[in-house]
């Protein structure tokens, strides 16, 4: 099994074994100095062919896409409302109106930036 990143990486490679061909000093091995992967000089062996996994450094074949042992961290603002519902009720109508339009708007703001980190975080995690 060898990782997204890895194959997207060869792909991307893979599309210069054209110009490698033609050229081989252009290819300048920078895929396998830098990451360990097969580059266009080494790609253009394997075109009529399977890519040997041999080629492919070990650290992108040691993956697991289980979710054994992981677990979401549970993310609540109940004590934060809770806390603002109090506060709130304790004001007069001057200080309601302030509250609601100056603090709450801001308390929305934060909590709509949070989750859309989240909801990044997560769409990171799956394209792993």
Same mark, same amino acid.
């Given at each position: ?25 252009? !290819? ?10 097969? !580059? ?7 075109? @009529?062919? #399977? *890519?040997?996994?041999?080629? *492919? ?5 040691? @993956? ?19 806390? *603002? ?26 909590? !709509? ?5 989240? #909801?990044? @975080? ?7």
């Amino acid at each position: 099994m060898v990782s997204r990143y890895a194959l997207n990486q060869i792909a991307a490679e893979f599309e210069r074994v054209h110009y490698a061909d033609k050229n081989p000093s252009s !290819c300048g091995c920078v895929m396998r100095t830098m990451h360990s992967l097969p !580059c266009a000089c080494e790609l253009s062996k394997y075109v @009529l062919g #399977s *890519i040997l996994l041999d080629s *492919i450094y070990m650290f992108w074949r040691r @993956l697991s896409f289980s979710d054994q042992g992981l677990s979401e961290p549970q993310v609540t603002i109940k004590e934060e409302m809770e806390s *603002i519902s109090k506060r709130f009720e304790e004001l007069d109508v001057c200080g309601k109106v302030t509250l609601k339009f100056g603090k709450l708007h801001t308390l929305i703001k934060t909590l !709509c930036v949070l989750l859309q980190q989240r #909801s990044t @975080l997560k769409v990171h995690r799956r394209n792993r």
